[in-house]
T-cell receptor, first 113, second 114 residues
């Protein structure tokens, strides 16, 4: 699975959009981009995933660049409860994906009141 | 619907003992994975099961083992416990093989080895 690079930490004001970047320059054509988050003392929570088209669900939007070398997770109206560590994971989606999910260090997003 | 249930939530064991942790996936989910989380190593993959078959195994010693039953419930076992096995053990389930639609994680079992 391709390696990802994320900033260590980010701040965002409550009510604003939080934009979390992820670089995955070695991504392969059959690898998806997955985002999870982990709120302190809880298990990780799946947020969204995509292959090459932008995706949106009730939690967030995922924007993937045309060359697929980077992506941005957008939380449109951040609340204090969105304070968490966010993990960007690149993984083969169909028929593969050895060794489970590879969680890096993620981005610690802190929402400021 | 009910989430992923892990039991027990907390456990204290002595070095050299063995421990069994249990995970009940979301109803209908056939894929179950286990992860270990420690402050030093972060989240690390242990193993993954789908329809009672082990699909993948992470880089852990043979003291760590698991199994999945016909009802998709899973157990993991750690024998000859070491102090370094103290960690949060997380179980995750998915409806599709290898979590293609995303995994749902449980709240974990916090194991302390003394």
């Amino acid at each position: 699975d391709a390696k990802t690079t994320q900033p260590t930490s980010m701040d965002c004001a409550e009510g604003r959009a939080a934009n979390l970047p992820c670089n995955h320059s070695t991504i392969s054509g059959n690898e998806y981009v997955y985002w999870y988050r982990q709120i302190h003392s809880q298990g990780p929570q799946y947020i969204i995933h995509g292959l090459k088209n932008n995706e949106t669900n009730e939690m967030a939007s995922l924007i993937i660049t045309e060359d697929r070398k980077s992506s941005t997770l957008i939380l449109p109206h951040a609340t204090l409860r969105d304070t968490a560590v966010y993990y960007c994971i690149v993984r083969v989606g169909s028929g593969g994906g050895a060794d489970g999910l590879t969680f890096g260090k993620g981005t610690h997003l802190i929402i400021q009141p | 619907k009910a989430g992923v249930t892990q039991t027990p939530r907390y456990l204290i064991k002595t070095r050299g003992q063995q421990v069994t942790l249990s995970c009940s996936p979301i109803s209908g989910h056939r894929s179950v994975s286990w992860y270990q989380q420690t402050p030093g190593q972060g989240l690390q993959f242990l193993f993954e099961y789908f329809s009672e078959t082990q699909r993948n195994k992470g880089n852990f010693p043979g003291r760590f083992s698991g199994r999945q039953f016909s009802n998709s419930r899973s157990e993991m076992n750690v024998s000859t416990l070491e102090l370094g096995d103290s960690a949060l053990y997380l179980c995750a389930s998915s409806s599709l093989d290898r979590g293609r639609d995303g995994y749902t994680f449980g709240s974990g079992t916090r194991l302390t080895v003394v």
